[in-house]
Every structure is written in C-alpha cells, then in structure tokens.
C-alpha cells in the first residue's frame, strides 16, 4: 500500500478525535495527489538544493536553482493554505491531514517543506488572534504570496528565553520600531515569495526581565509601500544538513513592528505558533524515518550477497541482523508517525473547542517531538548501515536523510526542553490527572502503563534535581507506551494493515518492557551530580 494510501487508512480508522475531517476517499485523493508532486518535483530538488545550498548576495539570500519554480507551483497547487480557513483562500483541511501531507512532502525534500511549516503555523496564529492582521495576511500566506519566519533565538538567548534582548520602543505615533538581532531563523530571508512576515519576540523598553517582559511583533520585511523595512539578512549558516533551507542571522534597525496580542504576553501569543512548529519538526521526523526504512528495506531486497558459495549470492534482506535493522527502523517509523498524527488530531479537537483535547495534545506533543526527531535520525543510521558502503556515499541519499536529520533533536526545543515541559508542567504540574486520561486512551500493555504510574508517584515528592534529571528518561519511557498503544490499536482496527501492525506491535513488546525498566530506575537515580563531580573533578 502506498504511502499516501496507509496515511489515509490511519487517519480514518485508528487515529481518534479529528475534527471535521474529509471522507477516507477524499483524504486519500488529496494524499495521492500530494505523492504525486512530491515524486516529480520535491525529490529531484532535493539533491540540486542540498549540492548548492543557498547562498548570500547583496544582503538577499538566492535559493538553489528550481526552488523558486517549485514553490510557486506547490502553493499554486493549493498546498500552502491547506490547513488554512476557507474564508481565507484556504483548504480549510485539519491540522492532521496537512501533517499527513506534509509527511508525504518531507519524505521527498524536508528542507523544501520547512517554509511551508512557517506559513501554516503563522496562519494559525492569526486565526487565533484574528483582526485585521488576520485579515491581511491570512490570505496571502494562504496563497503563498506571502511567507512568515519565527525569531526567536539572539546570540546570547537561545532556550533560555528570558534573556531575551531586542528592544522595542513605541513612537510619539503609536508606531513600534524594534532593533536588535535575531538568529538561527529558518527561511529569514529568500527569494521565494513577495513578503515575508517576522514574528518576533521583543522587550519593549521599561518592560521587566524575564519571559513576563516580552511582547510579540509582526516585522515584515517590506512596508506597505513597498519599501523594504529595516530588516537585513547579516549571515547564512553552513550547515550539516537541510542545505535548501536558509538559515539566517537577521538584524533588526528601527525596523517597523506590529503588535500581535496582549503587551507582556509574547510568549504565551507565540505559543499558537510553536505548537504548530513543534508538531512540524515531529512530522519532519516521521518523514525521513519512513524514508530512511523504505529505501533500507528496497536496497534490502535488490542486493545481493552471501548465500552457499555454490549457489547465487541471495538478497541480504535474508540475513539475520539485516533483518532486525529493517524491523526495527519500522517499528520506529510506524510508531513515530502514529504518535504525531495523534498529537495533530488532538491539537484539532482543541482549536474546536475541546479543552481535554488540548490538555492531552500539550502532554503528547513533547513526545512526538522529540521522538520523532530522534527516529529520523536513527532510521537514516539503519539505512547507512543497511547499504554499507552505498549509504556512504553520495549517490545514494542515506547520508542526505543522516545529515538533515540531525537537527530535529535541536530546534523548536531541544530533547532536554522538551523533557521537563513534559514532566514538570505537563505530569506532575497537574497531579498526573491529563497523563492519566493519555493512558487511558492510548491503552498501552498494562505492565508499561504501571510502570509509568509507579514513576510518577515516586516522582511526586523527589527533589527538584532528581525530577529535572528524570526528564528524558520520563519522556522516553512515555515515549514506548504511546508507541504501544497506538500499534495495538493499528493492528485491531488498520483493516488490510492490521496484519502488518501486528508483527510490528509485537517486535517493539518484545523489548519494551526490559527498556521501560531501566528507564524507570535511570528515572529515580540520585547520584548524576556525584559521578559527574568525581568524573570531571579538577586535577
């Protein structure tokens, strides 16, 4: 079954709670279509951007050669507002079906498909805030005339917010200049659409420190009248990977800036848009980990070698440990795209107004996130290792998925981040009540969900250093539970796959309780800061 076939297969029959969606046969229509243009546009660029990268002239940034051409046909297309409101030119589609497209789409080219994340995670902040911003702009990123970037990160702030220190000041007319710098910014500059529109995270003067002084700002990078705006592309990263995405150090000079919500509340007005982000990367990952397992599994079965030496050399698919990689990378690929399309499908039914939704989408997201990353870096490693010299080498695009994949792991919040929003706001903030309703829904094999139980009990009244050093280990060990779950239930309720998320159910039971333990116990460890104080003590 095709790519795009098993998505719409899973949104209609395993994934709960989308709200609004399509029939299976129009998902699956509009999934087609995007396997279509992925196949024939997304993937040819994909070598052509990651060979010649982007580069910096004049203070613009140039995208490689067809980029421009692609993108103008993808969001002609109608696929840079598919999840945007109809009333704006818009698909009007759920957030879990552009995440399947965008799955389709970044399996091809995930640096192409980072812009079209920008744009659909600025769309749904403007629904939320609404007015005439919304009214402006929505259209426009809709039709994908107009592009957005997040800016976050500065020098000296990357994930420690707080610290943040661009400076806004409001005029004797009412009108915002910011001026400061803003780094690492996906997509801060290019030559893809007519404007572009920075989100950006300002203290205005006077305001206090900390995260509670920061404001949010629309700064685009041209002016109503069509003269640019104090907006300057100061550098481009060289980059391990995602070659065809600029990543850009933008500096900010008097430039003009729009408020967008409440003075003080940048960061919780932002939050519309980082969920939407945070949700992309875990897609990105889902993306290259099936990708990675495809073309490991298709090399797997062309190539041959070993075998009797007096008979023709069989396909290493044969091969014992060839086998357990190809299984493995599977699991991981299933497992991860199952989580983030549940996540997505949560994060629908709580922009309809279901706050239990919500709840449990902001529990599940740090999950998807950071798994998700994690299982597209793994599987480009399987599929390397799979190849063997073949993956090595450039010919072959394993090495490509390794290197774009490794970043996922780090923006939009690194693992560690993602950790402790997890557990010490999302589980023990609230007592456990949300994880509860998570594990009630999602029905992992009870063995694991007691033993995540047991976790969070003995966690309640830790120390504050060993709940923060419980983290990753927690989030990891919620990670094989969703990931139970969710493979049980394909294979109850998958239909024609059901078979076939069975056997990958049961692989990943095999070992998963033996891995939960140790997480559990790594989880209630007390002596990190001792090993680490005598392991790195000063000569």
Excluded at 115 to 142: E, K, M
Excluded at 284 to 290: D, E, K, N, R, S
Excluded at 355 to 377: D, H, I, M, Q, T
């Amino acid at each position: 079954m095709s790519q795009a076939a098993t998505l719409a297969l899973l949104l209609d029959r395993v994934v709960d709670g989308v709200e609004a969606r399509p029939d299976a046969e129009t998902t699956a229509a509009v999934l087609e279509e995007a396997e279509r243009f992925a196949r024939d546009r997304l993937a040819p660029l994909a070598a052509v951007a990651d060979r010649e990268g982007c580069r910096l002239e004049g203070g613009r940034v140039r995208t490689a050669t067809g980029h421009a051409a692609t993108w103008r046909d993808f969001a002609g297309g109608g696929w840079a507002g598919l999840a945007s409101p109809e009333t704006a030119g818009g698909a009007g589609l759920p957030l879990a079906v552009a995440s399947a497209a965008q799955e389709v789409f970044d399996a091809a080219n995930p640096a192409f498909g980072m812009l079209a994340i920008n744009a659909r995670c600025a769309s749904r902040l403007l629904v939320q805030q609404g007015g005439a911003l919304a009214g402006a702009w929505l259209p426009r990123l809709a039709d994908g005339s107009w592009t957005a970037s997040i800016c976050i990160s500065e020098p000296q702030a990357g994930s420690d917010v707080g610290r943040i220190r661009l400076r806004a000041e409001e005029g004797a007319d009412g009108t915002w200049r910011l001026t400061g710098e803003k780094c690492w910014i996906s997509f801060g500059d290019h030559d893809l659409s007519e404007r572009i529109g920075h989100f950006v995270l300002a203290r205005p003067r006077g305001a206090p420190a900390g995260t509670r002084g920061l404001s949010l700002f629309l700064v685009p990078d041209t002016l109503d009248d069509g003269a640019r705006n104090g907006v300057a592309a100061l550098r481009l990263e060289e980059k391990l990977g995602l070659h065809g995405s600029p990543t850009c150090t933008l500096g900010f000079e008097d430039a003009v800036g729009i408020p967008v919500g409440p003075a003080g509340r940048g960061l919780p007005t932002l939050f519309a848009m980082i969920v939407g982000m945070r949700l992309g990367v875990a897609v990105q990952g889902a993306a290259v980990a099936q990708a990675a397992a495809s073309l490991a599994l298709s090399y797997a079965r062309d190539r041959a070698q070993g075998g009797p030496p007096d008979a023709p050399p069989v396909p290493i698919m044969r091969h014992a440990e060839v086998r357990r990689l190809l299984l493995a990378a599977q699991a991981r690929a299933e497992a991860v795209r199952l989580i983030a399309l549940q996540a997505a499908a949560w994060v629908d039914a709580g922009d309809a107004g279901d706050p239990s939704a919500a709840a449990r989408a902001a529990l599940l997201l740090p999950v998807a996130k950071a798994l998700g990353a994690e299982a597209g870096f793994a599987n480009a490693d399987a599929a390397i290792q799979v190849l063997g010299g073949a993956g090595y080498v450039r010919e072959w695009p394993a090495e490509r998925m390794l290197r774009d994949a490794r970043v996922f792991s780090l923006y939009e919040g690194t693992t560690a981040i993602q950790g402790l929003d997890l557990l010490l706001r999302r589980v023990l903030g609230d007592g456990g009540a949300v994880l509860g309703e998570v594990l009630d829904r999602l029905a992992p094999a009870a063995p694991l969900a007691a033993r995540l139980r047991g976790t969070v009990a003995a966690l309640a009244d830790a120390p504050a250093r060993t709940r923060e050093a419980a983290a990753v280990p927690f989030l990891r060990l919620l990670g094989l539970a969703a990931a139970d779950g969710l493979l049980r239930r394909a294979a109850e309720t998958a239909g024609p796959l059901a078979g076939r998320y069975a056997a990958l159910a049961a692989f990943h039971a095999a070992e998963a309780e033996e891995r939960a333990a140790l997480l559990a116990a790594r989880c209630l460890r007390g002596d990190l800061d001792a090993a680490f104080d005598a392991a790195f003590a000063p000569d």
